[in-house]
């Protein structure tokens, strides 16, 4: 018998009485036979692709296409049965079977299959039981009356809730429906007694187990029967990676605005450094002239002092005593927002912890007495600005734990102590409503708070923690609510104890041999004090670094050379330089004076130079002794010449 040829082969499918169909990879029809088309009186191209699903009885299509869309994917042969409208408009129930293809290279092609009319002897609603899509959907299948019960539902129901189909139709479905969502459901179903299709609704279903899980719905009501065929797809996962998103999201934006803040704040700090290095200018010179008023005042016979002049001595003091407390409050916004690396040294607590209480007494003194309780501690191995730092957030804390305007009920008490095993001890504690017990370990983690939304960035005692240790000490927390809050910092005792030449005090000279001195300062009002403080003295007074240049170069030359660091045009580096070249002689007679702002390149500077750095605002005897020093040590060095040379 002789094989039979394509040409035979077409022939047989065209003639077939199945309607026989195939689809490609991408699950769309490539091809139908002349059967298909006389059963559904449409043209070829309107069946490819998904355009035979335009024959399907609407609420078919959802059932044909998972069908068809899963066994894809499974590679599995298939029996489905749906209604397909005829060419006279009648739809008809056919079934169907589609069987996997592969290429002669063993490559999966698609699917083939056929179909055949079944209309005639089935019992419209008998006999879906034998529907095997039905029953093996992975998507939740179901035929619901308007009454509000399940008439039908797949095993994927069983597999997905635990419910078994007898319990899920023996109660109202709303029931199963979480409380939440019940009135979207509610209002779904509305439509759907219409006629109309639904989809996507969403909504949490009852699992045995207690728990819910998320559905998609697609569903289509018919008025006439008083059904809803539905497909509920699971979607709990995808829920919960949106969830889960959503909350890297908030976690994301919330580390930014924490960024943003930290940014902000280090940006604050550096202005806070400059504005202080201004203020230093003004001060030094209001400082040194009510310093020279008070001396001048002193030097007056007292016994025929009148009452004015009493008067204005005590004016005098009072201002004094405020340019004074405006310097210490300076020199803690100078000290404590240095942005640079760690730098350690041998320290008092006490001094920085006053500082700190400078910084911090705006927020205390309307909320609590301030009490200190100061016991003897070692020295430590620190950095100032960075414990000054923890200092500040602490007493910041413990001011915003008791309530405004209440100060003489409540209180901040400073303690200090000195432990067992010789280590400095420091608490700060407060007298506010405390921390709950169940949150009191996790004041230190980063980003949390008790505060109010808002209200601080919950980094403080993340950081603080941090940085005690790093200098190799500890923080703990105690607290009782109602009770308030106590905070405890133990830093190591120092290894060594600091440089006597660095601490002690200096000693004045009791003789006064007159110099010339030259003062360098873009800042005339300061030349003018300095001027006045050093009246003992030869004194040139210059503003510019380059005419102080050219007066040296003249042949003039100083015992001492007062100068600024930070001056425009060119500065104190940039004039110690050019004496080093030009006049290397003086260099060692070069005092500088600063506000305290200090450039990366001006550190390494004086890091890297030996000469003297006086501090604006000025101690005027310290100036005077500073003076006195060099100026000796300038006309000692001229003698040693002269005699070497002798």
Known sequence: MAPINVEQYRALLESAPTMIWRTGLDTGCDYVNATWLAFTGRTFEQELGQGWLEGAHPDDVVGCSVALREHFELRQPFDIEFRLRRFDGVYRYVSGRGVPYYDDHGTFGGFIGGCVDIDEGRAREGSSD???????????????????????????????????????????????????????????????????????????????????????????????????????????????????????????????????????????????????????????????????????????????????????????????????????????????????????????????????????????????????????????????????????????????????????????????????????????????????????????????????????????????????????????????????TTFRIVLPAARALPDTAVASAPVSMPSVSRAAVLIVDDEPAIGIVLRRALRDHDVTVLVRARDALELIGSGQRFDVILSDLMMPEMSGIGFYDQLAQHFPELIERVVFISGGAFTPTTKSFLDRVPNEVLSKPFDLQLVRDTVRRVSDDAKQAVDEGRSAHS
């Open 130 to 484: 034998t529907n095997d899509f039905f029953g093996m959907s992975l998507d939740n299948l179901c035929v619901a009356g308007f009454d509000g019960y399940f008439k039908r539902v797949n095993l994927s129901w069983t597999r997905t809730l635990g419910w078994t189909a007898s319990e899920l139709m023996s109660k109202p479905s709303l029931q199963f429906v979480h409380p939440d969502d019940r009135e979207a459901t509610l209002a779904g179903r509305e439509l759907l007694r219409g006629g109309s299709a639904l989809g996507p609704l969403v909504n949490r279903y009852l699992c045995k187990d207690g728990s819910y899980r998320w559905f998609e719905w697609r569903s289509v009501g018919h008025p006439e029967r008083g059904l809803v065929y539905a497909a509920a797809r699971d979607i709990t996962e995808q829920k919960l990676a949106e969830t889960r998103l959503t909350e890297a999201t908030k976690l994301q934006e919330k580390l930014q605005g924490q960024l943003i803040f930290a940014d902000r704040m280090a940006s604050v700090g550096t202005l806070a450094a400059g504005v202080a290095h201004e203020l230093n200018n003004p001060l030094a010179y209001v400082s040194g002239n009510i310093a020279m008023i008070l001396e001048e005042l002193g030097a007056l016979n007292t016994d025929s002092a009148s009452a004015p002049l009493t008067e204005l001595k005590e004016m005098a003091l009072q201002a004094q005593a405020g340019a004074e407390r405006i310097r210490k409050i300076v020199l803690g916004i100078k000290t404590f927002s240095r942005a640079e690396e760690e730098r350690r040294a041998t320290i008092d607590l006490l001094p920085v912890l006053e500082l700190s209480i400078s910084m911090a007494f705006h927020e205390i003194r309307q909320r609590a007495e301030l009490v200190r309780e100061y016991g003897l501690t070692p020295l430590v191995d620190a950095d100032e600005a960075r414990l000054g730092q923890v200092f500040i957030n602490l007493l910041v804390n413990a001011s915003q734990a008791l309530p405004e305007g209440q100060c003489e009920a409540n209180e901040v008490r400073i303690v200090t102590s000195t432990d067992a095993i010789g280590r400095a001890v420091i608490e700060i504690r407060d007298t506010g409503k405390g921390i709950p017990a169940a949150l009191l370990e996790r004041v230190f983690e980063p980003f949390f708070t008790t505060k109010p939304v808002g209200i601080g960035t919950g980094l403080g005692l993340s950081i603080c923690r941090n940085i005690v240790l790093g200098m190799g000490g500890e923080i703990t927390v105690a607290s009782a609510e109602g009770h308030g």
